[in-house]
């Protein structure tokens, strides 16, 4: 299982940015998706979770400014950015509990994308 995640980059103040993360592989199915991200010198945070069924929460720091949301067909989890902040600068990391096939022997991997950069400036 692979998760690649795409739409980093650099952005000013106040300005939107949209990440996607594509899970692939012998998948059976996903549950738990999400977006941590983690600044220079800080732990990893979560920024976002959704479950298969669509429940969704959020670090208290990007409430009412970010929006997650999935696509189970497509295997996909996206985080849209809006009124980025500086404090939002950080590696984001796609996150997916993901069971697959190894051969005909179905398992469930906690599995992680090798993260992306966000860099808001000012």
């Known amino acids: 299982v692979q998760l690649q995640a795409s739409g980093g980059g650099l952005e000013q103040t106040g300005g939107s940015l949209r990440l996607s993360c594509a899970a692939s592989?012998?998948?059976?199915?996903?549950?738990?998706m999400g977006w941590y991200r983690q600044a220079p010198g800080k732990q990893r945070e979560l920024v976002a979770a959704i479950t298969n069924g669509g429940s969704t929460s959020y670090g208290d720091s990007v409430k009412g400014r970010f929006t997650i949301s999935r696509d189970n067909a497509k295997n996909t989890v996206y985080l849209q950015m809006s009124s980025l902040k500086v404090e939002d600068t950080a590696v984001y990391y796609c996150?997916?509990?993901?069971?697959?096939?190894?051969?005909?022997?179905?398992?469930?991997?906690?599995?992680w994308g090798r993260g992306t950069q966000v860099t808001v400036s000012s």
């Open positions: 996150h997916a509990d993901v069971t697959a096939y190894s051969g005909a022997t179905p398992y469930t991997k906690s599995s």
């Open positions: 592989g012998s998948i059976v199915k996903i549950d738990d």
